[in-house]
């Protein structure tokens, strides 16, 4: 063995200088010690050594990298976190990280180019002329940043002589109602909808009803509100508030003449349940809420353990029908008294049958069509026309949709998701509190259960509508 005081040959010291380093590594330098690129102070060797283990930035491009001692052989490479800093334009549509890109200011900023847009006419608006004012219906969710990102679209709107309508913490259905009730120029929706609660962001409505503006019209939108060069109207724009109760009153109309029913009603809005008490409190229906966890799910399986919750609760309870609201306002999913998840054919052809119903005993003589994407024209245009309706190809955007939706007065439109545009005030709306208003109408016309109503619509519709 060798004596104590001599360097193991199995476990050389790392500080053990026993020739010029810099004859081994070109980043080396005479001693024993190292300089790293950028720096001007020399380190150890031991130092050199534990930078390169824990993957020193500056080690990246360090010529004396290769000089690891009984460091493993493979240099990993730690990955460059990429900082997004910037805004998600789409159809419609802005998102960015609240704070670090999405604050009170920018939204300031935001509020400035939208009102110079609007009262300058771009993207075939009406300009305002002198003695006429525009106005802008504006609301938010419920996340803990939409207040603040609207406080600062409402100054720079108002900065610009634009008058706002606020109709508060609300839905987007309700929103673009609003908008055309006031026959408004313009809503935004404060959200940050499709994204983690660390987003926020807007959407833009046109008076269509349909997202305004386009990808790129945002982006150029975007380029002048970064430009600071404003001139403020002569008189701030006013500032009124909407009553939520003015809203309930527009949503009465889609329920009544309900027989007793039953109905589960899932979703993660507590808010929710409040309204549909309101809007049911003077019919026999007794509603179950069921609360579900705020998570991620897809309704094109149901394969989720909340939504089978919400089967089970409707077999226990023995309800007539369960339905699922998400939380965007507009879907819906909806279960029969067995449990069964109804497709999406199924729940449009029960409002179909309810709107036919209706259309057939006023004077109107509107085709009974129903307006499908081309997706979902191709799948069910079959299907309905057996039970007794014409299916139109809509086109290939809820755009399109929409739009020969209301020029053609069909009876609903629909994209082949669980989401459903009833037509309401010559406006396409897509509002899952009015499909759920719908769906109990059409319950309502018979004692049978959901699913023997289906069954025996689908055996002979085209008998019971002639």
């Known amino acids: 063995m060798a004596p104590a005081d001599e360097p193991s040959e199995t476990f050389p010291s790392i500080d053990a200088v026993a020739e010029p380093i810099d ?19 020399s380190i150890s060797r031991s130092v050199h050594l534990a930078r390169l283990a824990a993957h020193y930035p500056l080690c990246r491009n360090c010529p004396a990298r290769d000089e690891q001692g009984l460091l493993p052989i493979s240099f990993p490479v730690a990955p460059i976190l990429e900082n997004r800093e910037e805004e998600i334009f789409s159809e419609g549509g802005v998102r960015a990280v609240y704070l670090n890109v999405m604050h009170r200011t920018r939204a300031v900023e935001w509020g400035r180019a939208i009102g110079k847009a609007l009262s300058e006419g771009a993207f075939g608006g009406v300009a305002s002329t002198a003695g006429t004012t525009l106005t802008v219906v504006i609301g938010h969710d419920e996340r803990v940043s939409s207040p603040e990102i609207a406080a600062g679209l409402v100054k720079g709107l108002r900065q610009q002589g634009l008058d706002i309508a606020d109709l508060g913490f609300c839905r987007k259905p309700d929103l673009t109602l609003a908008m055309s009730s006031f026959q408004n ?22 008076p269509d009803g349909l997202a305004w503006p386009s990808i790129e019209e ?18 701030l724009g006013r500032y009124s508030p909407l009553l939520h109760f003015e809203q309930d009153q527009t949503l009465q109309e889609e329920f009544h003449a309900l ?4 109905v589960v009603c899932g979703s993660e809005n507590e808010l929710l349940f409040q309204r549909l008490k309101r809007l049911t409190e003077h019919h026999p229906c007794r509603l179950i809420p069921l609360s579900l966890p705020a998570v991620h799910r897809d309704l094109s399986s149901h394969t989720s353990a909340s939504l089978r919750v919400l089967e089970e609760t409707v077999r226990q309870e023995q309800a007539h029908l369960g339905c699922y609201f998400a939380p965007d ?7 029969d008294e067995q449990g069964k998840w109804l497709s999406m054919p199924d729940v449009t052809l029960l409002l179909a049958i309810e709107l036919a119903q209706e259309r057939l005993i006023s004077p109107s003589q509107e085709p009974l069509e129903i307006c499908l994407t081309t997706t979902a024209w191709a799948h069910w245009h079959t299907d309905f026309e057996r039970w007794g309706f014409v299916s139109l190809d809509g086109g290939p955007s809820i755009q399109t949709m929409t739009k020969a939706l209301t020029s053609r007065k069909c009876l609903l439109g629909t994209n082949g998701s669980p989401q459903w545009w009833l037509l309401r005030k010559e406006l396409a709306v897509c509002d899952a509190l009015r499909v ?3 769906l109990l109408r ?7 259960p959901c699913s023997q109503q289906l069954a025996a619509h689908k055996a002979g519709l085209p008998r019971d509508l002639t």
């Open 23 to 41: 004859a081994l590594a070109p980043g080396a330098l005479p001693g024993g010690t190292y300089r790293c690129p950028e720096e001007t102070y």
């Open 185 to 206: 120029v313009l809503a935004i929706f404060i959200t940050g909808s499709g994204y983690g609660p660390a987003w926020t962001g807007f959407d833009l409505i046109g």
């Open 218 to 235: 945002l982006r150029w939108l975007s380029g002048e509100s970064r430009t600071g060069i404003y001139a403020h109207a002569k008189q």
């Open 259 to 262: 027989r007793p029913l039953t």
């Open 329 to 335: 306002g507009e879907t819906l999913t909806a279960v």
């Open 436 to 438: 759920f208003g719908t």
């Open 442 to 448: 059409s319950l309502s016309r018979s004692d049978r």
